[in-house]
């Protein structure tokens, strides 16, 4: 049986849908006791520097909640857009596990695999056939997690320094077509 003891008031309706920008980092298996969580806000994290990434169309992100004979569990999906990724080999993102930052467009930052991580699942180059038809890489990741993404109030005061630069996983920096890398 469920308890509930209170119910909710209708609230303001200024809420925005999307995601406005995605942090990208490799996940590690960090012990519980060097995460520290205030309900499902995450207040600290070990020194971690994350990697912003410029996307092109809404980038699609699902969080459902399961239940099988082993317990209740979420399901995460992730997918997004890159333009324009000439020279780019995302090949080394397959099937490695990553940890996902989302800033919604209300200023919500979410942590998308928390404990398990998500795994790029695929890699999808698209040069479409028309003028507005998308030209680029679209990448998907899914992963299970007991827990649903935390809430993150702010980034540098949980542990997490964004880098100056676009930086491929493999330690490479994304370059402009002229050779300069691309400043944030």
């Not at 960090?30 to 995460?35: A, F, N």
């Not at 020279?87 to 490695?96: K, T």
Request: proline share 1%; aromatic share 12%; with cysteine.
């Amino acid at each position: 049986m469920v308890l509930i003891n209170s119910g909710r008031n209708r609230i303001c309706k200024n809420s925005v849908g999307g995601i406005n920008k995605i942090y990208l980092f490799s996940h590690i298996n960090y012990s519980r006791s060097q995460i520290v969580l205030n309900n499902n806000v995450l207040t600290s994290y070990p020194a971690t520097t994350i990697y912003e990434f410029e996307v092109e169309n809404e980038p699609i992100v699902s969080q459902k909640q399961n239940e099988n004979e082993g317990g209740k569990y979420f399901d995460l999906d992730i997918s997004f857009d890159l333009v324009k990724e000439k020279g780019v080999n995302y090949q080394s993102y397959l099937n490695s596990d990553f940890n996902i930052i989302v800033k919604d467009r209300n200023g919500n930052f979410r942590f998308l695999g928390n404990r398990n991580g998500l795994t790029c699942e695929s890699i999808e180059h698209t040069i479409g056939s028309s003028k507005n038809d998308f030209n680029g890489v679209k990448l998907s990741f899914k992963g299970e997690e007991e827990k649903e993404a935390w809430y993150i109030d702010n980034l540098a005061d949980a542990g997490f320094d964004v880098a100056g630069y676009l930086l491929q996983e493999n330690g490479y920096f994304i370059l402009q077509e002229n050779g300069f890398k691309i400043i944030l």
